[in-house]
Every structure is written in C-alpha cells, then in structure tokens.
C-alpha cells in the first residue's frame, strides 16, 4: 500500500510563498500521475494541479494557472508544488494523490492513495 505525506504548509501573507512536498512510499511511484486537490471548510475537494508519470505534461485549475508549478522528482519519490503570488482564497487543505493512471486528470475519484493534508493559510 502506498503512503503518501504532505508537507511544507504554513500560514503565509497574500503574495507570498509555500512549497508543498508529498512524498510517496513504495518503488511504483514513478509509474503514474500524481495530482494536488484542496478543500476550503465548507466547500469540495478541487482540483489544483496534475503531472504525468515522467513530468512531460501538467495541467493547472483557472485559478492557480501562472501562479503555481507542479513537478516531480522520481528518484526521490515527491511530487512538488511551488505556490507563488499566494492570496487569501488559496485558503485551503492541500492533498497530493496517486492517480490510477500515468497520465494527468481533474478528476477526484481518478484518484486515490490519498495524504492526510497540510494547511495553508494565507492572510491579507
């Protein structure tokens, strides 16, 4: 069973930054696409950003596109999120999951092994 951690959330003003990591257990990490969803108290689980097995494609949300940078590193296990020009509606739990195939989606039950979340909270 594949674990999946996420860390480097933290509250941070509007503008500012926050890398986000998720590292995976388990050596079938760099078989499949791996994507970043967020939940606002209240709200659903959206979609924020998706990378292929290898990297060679990703895919934003409207809203984060310009702003945020998905990657991956495969010999470390992680998939990365570089969050710039933060603002107050980022507000969120982020999550990192494995999807069921090597290429990237938008959709939330495409996915599973998912992380316990980490915080991010971004002021005004």
């Known amino acids: 069973q594949v674990q999946l951690v996420e860390s480097g959330g933290g509250l941070v003003q509007a503008g500012g930054s926050l890398r986000l990591s998720c590292a995976a257990s388990g050596r079938t990490f760099s078989l499949y696409g791996m994507g970043w969803f967020r939940q606002a108290p209240g709200k659903e689980r959206d979609f924020v950003a998706a990378i292929s097995w290898n990297g060679g494609s990703t895919d934003y949300a409207d809203s984060v596109k310009g702003r945020f940078t998905i990657s991956r590193d495969n010999a470390k296990n992680t998939v990365y999120l570089q969050m710039n020009s933060l603002k107050p509606e980022d507000t969120a739990v982020y999550y990192c999951?494995?999807?069921?195939?090597?290429?990237?989606?938008?959709?939330?039950?495409?996915?599973?092994?998912w992380g316990q979340g980490t915080q991010v909270t971004v002021s005004s």
């Open positions: 999951a494995r999807r069921y195939s090597a290429s990237v989606g938008r959709i939330y039950y495409e996915y599973y092994n």
